[in-house]
T-cell receptor, first 114, second 118 residues
Framework: KNQVEQSPQSLIILEGKNCTLQ??????????LRWYKQDTGRGPVSLTI?????NTKSNGRYTATLDADTKQSSLHITASQLSDSASYIC?????????????FGRGTQLTVWP | EADIYQTPRYLVIGTGKKITLECSQT?????MYWYQQDPGMELHLIHY???????EKGDLSSESTVSRIRTEHFPLTLESARPSHTSQYLC?????????????????FGPGTRLTVL
């Protein structure tokens, strides 16, 4: 069964600190993995996308890594800001259909305190 | 910034009412999607469309229906709303697929409609 599991479910950190969010998946055949940021009451916004051949990608203070062998990914946030408070969703796409179906994790709810 | 819009943003209605959630995009994308999301849960695909006059049901069974008469417009309708329909509904669009590797079939999401049925 294609699944995406994220940990931790929630995380509280102080402003300025770093944190790392984890994602494990069983989706096959694998096409790509994305990390989205979803603010409360808003739609998800893409942070990074990685294919099988990419093992790291950065977007400002966000750095995603991918280990396609172990089917794990992480999202590292550096020097957190209050505006980083959001849900971070790991999404994996398969290449087994023309739709390019997406499998969503439940997200990690990050809260940054001043 | 993605150009995909949803209206209304919030809707509170009584049981039995017919409602239509609007979604439009100005990017000329062929594929469009509707997702349902409950608090703290993952997004579930309820409908999708490959293009005009194409609609398909997604993974999660839904009593809603959709139509795709124009490329840019993908409305979702509930004929008779019930409290069990209370949820957030997210619309998304993407370029026509996997033949354009650099696009990664990236989906752009609208802001969502928060529906509450009393």
């Amino acid at each position: 069964k294609n699944q995406v599991e994220q940990s931790p479910q929630s995380l509280i950190i102080l402003e300025g600190k770093n944190c790392t969010l984890q994602c494990n998946y069983t989706v096959s055949p694998f096409s790509n993995l994305r990390w989205y940021k979803q603010d409360t009451g808003r739609g998800p916004v893409s942070l990074t996308i990685m294919t099988f051949s990419e093992n790291t990608k950065s977007n400002g203070r966000y750095t995603a890594t991918l280990d396609a062998d172990t089917k794990q990914s992480s999202l590292h946030i550096t020097a957190s800001q209050l505006s980083d408070s959001a849900s971070y969703i790991c999404v994996v796409s398969d290449r087994g259909s023309t739709l390019g179906r997406l499998y969503f994790g439940r997200g990690t709810q990050l809260t940054v305190w001043p | 910034e993605a150009d995909i819009y949803q209206t209304p943003r919030y809707l509170v209605i009584g049981t039995g009412k017919k409602i239509t959630l609007e979604c439009s995009q100005t990017m000329g994308h062929d594929k469009m999607y509707w997702y349902q999301q409950d608090p703290g849960m993952e997004l579930h695909l309820i409908h999708y469309s490959y293009g005009v006059n194409s609609t398909e049901k997604g993974d999660l069974s839904s009593e809603s229906t959709v139509s795709r008469i124009r490329t840019e417009h993908f409305p979702l309708t509930l004929e008779s709303a019930r409290p069990s329909h209370t949820s957030q509904y997210l619309c998304a669009s993407s370029e026509q697929g996997l033949t354009a590797p650099k696009s990664y079939n990236e989906q752009f999401f609208g802001p969502g409609t928060r529906l509450t049925v009393l």
